[in-house]
């Protein structure tokens, strides 16, 4: 491990900025067009109501990137299915829309309309905190022939095997953890350990048996809400540890036809497609973010979401923006009372590079995945805009993205909340002013905690009398980053 100083950067002057490739207009779908190449990935803020509604933050948060006029704004991941999520935006009813219209109100106004407007669409399983294990052996762990057998096996014990359910669930609260072992199997070891996490693979679940039979309409109906809040498009979730990222898995072996093969793990994110598709106008963007590089064992790698990508444009996706990792497989062990995280971990790492990295250190990281992809996608004879992020902190290392042709747009997440004016500061010449982003990933460690996430460069930076400025529950932090008076 290294740590790495952010790259020295020689701004340019206006007039250079004027003529970049970054703020230069791209076609996004059929009819549309972003004005810029500049492009503010998905982001969870935890600010939803507890029931998935926009509230007055999360308009004060979009409004907040709206003012620095990315080409594009992706709204956080929000959730297809009308069930209770905590504070994560829905679309999964029409009691959401009129939430979601006023979000795209007001970044078109805060943008002066220069912004296009995505909303990510994300499906997930269930995933429980890690328990303590005391209740994890009186209530959740499952009593059945095949785990009496394993405590046979385990300890030659036939009296302790066919006892009592609840002389068996004691014998557990108080057996040597080596014992423990021998007799769970590795999902109640994960259960004990980390928490019980639903897979695609268990097909003896009916309601994931069902996904591919209700997932599209899922899909096509939360799109239909978006397009009529007045949003620009969607953006399909089928990356990180979410469920549609987990079909195109390699580690999907599902045997009914939605897993094993290449064909058969992209099936299901090809019929969402398929079904937002034939929902929406013609002119209404649908792209997707999936994976480049899985980087978990077992796991999908670049040559997968090579082939992946040309399907996709094959298929007419409006853009494939690449990211990389994020899984729950490789993620940290919890704490009690916890739930696991998928951005720890070595997958996690290379998803939200810190500059306590490798040799290579996290500056343009993943863009060689969206490289290699674009190029296949080219080869092929399709236009799809290709959109890179990880690490992109200063104007030349996007400059050096397009001019290479190694995407199309390319995304800043965290150096975009460190100053979400940065993209006009650079286009107006006054990239010394930009407060620069740390990579030390103190906002990564507030969504870890569901807490709302703000920037250690600006969130202790108000006077604690100013009623007008929104704060933290504790009232130690303000919720947006402060205007820059002259960043307009
Ligand atoms: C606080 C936070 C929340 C995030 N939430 C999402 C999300 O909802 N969906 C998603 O695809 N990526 C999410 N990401 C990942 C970012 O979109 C981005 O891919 C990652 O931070 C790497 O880009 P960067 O180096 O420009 O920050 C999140 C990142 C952060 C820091
Ligand atoms: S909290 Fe740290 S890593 Fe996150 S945006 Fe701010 S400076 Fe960057």
């Known amino acids: 491990m290294v ?18 490739r970054w703020f230069s207009p791209c076609s996004l779908g059929a009819q549309r067009v972003a004005l810029r190449r500049t492009w503010v990935p998905a982001m969870v803020p935890w600010r939803a109501s507890d ?56 970044v078109r106004e805060h943008s002066g309309g220069a912004t296009r407007l995505l909303v990510q669409l994300i499906d997930f399983l269930a995933i429980r905190r890690r328990p303590e294990p005391s209740a994890f052996f009186a209530r959740f762990l499952r009593v059945d022939h095949a785990l ?99 079909f195109l898995s390699r580690t999907n072996d599902r045997d009914d036809g939605y897993g094993g093969s290449l064909a058969g793990r992209m099936r299901l ?22 994976l480049g590089d899985e980087v978990i064992d077992g796991g999908s790698r670049l040559d997968d979401a090579v082939a992946i990508g040309v399907a996709f444009a094959r298929a007419g996706m409006d853009f494939l923006s690449i990211s990389k990792g994020g899984k729950f497989d490789d993620a940290k ?81 965290r150096q975009s909340l460190a100053d979400p004016d940065w993209f006009e500061k650079v286009r107006l010449g006054k990239g010394d002013e930009v407060r620069r982003c740390k990579f030390t990933n103190y906002c990564e460690a507030l969504d870890q905690q569901h807490k709302q996430v703000t920037c250690q460069l600006w969130d202790r930076t108000f006077d604690p009398a100013d009623a007008g400025v929104a704060k933290s529950p504790d009232g130690r932090r303000r919720l947006v980053a402060p205007d820059a008076p002259d960043a307009s």
């Open 3 to 20: 740590r790495h100083a952010l790259p020295q950067e020689r701004w340019p002057s206006a007039a250079v900025a004027a003529d970049a």
């Open 51 to 106: 029931d998935g509604f926009v509230t007055q933050d999360v308009l004060d948060w979009y409004a907040r990137f709206a003012r620095g006029k990315p080409g594009v704004l992706v709204v956080e991941a929000t959730g297809i299915r009308d069930v209770p999520s905590g504070p994560l935006l829905r679309a999964g009813h029409d009691r959401f829309v009129p939430g979601l219209t006023q979000l795209a109100d007001v």
């Open 148 to 246: 009496r057998d394993r405590v046979l096996a385990a300890t030659g014990d036939a009296e302790l095997a066919s006892a009592s359910e609840d002389r068996l669930r004691a014998w557990f609260t108080t057996a040597p953890r080596a014992a423990i072992d021998r007799t769970l199997d590795a999902r109640e070891r994960e259960a004990l350990d980390f928490g019980a996490r639903e897979r695609v693979t268990d097909l003896h679940l009916p309601h994931v048996r069902e996904l591919p039979r209700v997932l599209p309409e899922l899909f096509a109906a939360a799109a239909a809400r978006v397009e009529a809040a007045g949003c620009d498009g969607v953006e399909l979730h089928y990356a990180h540890a979410y469920t549609m990222a987990s």
């Open 269 to 290: 994110p090809l019929e969402v497609h398929a079904a937002v598709r034939a929902r929406v106008a013609a002119g209404f963007v649908v792209g997707c973010r999936f």
């Open 333 to 413: 062990q919890p704490k009690v009372g916890e739930a696991a995280y998928p951005y720890t971990g070595k997958s996690g790492h290379e998803c939200m590079p810190t500059v306590t990295i490798d040799e290579r250190g996290p500056f343009s990281r993943n863009v060689p995945l969206a490289a290699a992809i674009r190029a296949a996608v080219r080869a092929e004879g399709f236009a799809t805009p290709v959109v890179t992020a990880g690490g992109i902190a200063t104007f030349s290392q996007a400059e050096r993205v397009l001019e290479l042709g190694e995407a199309d747009f390319v995304a800043a997440a």
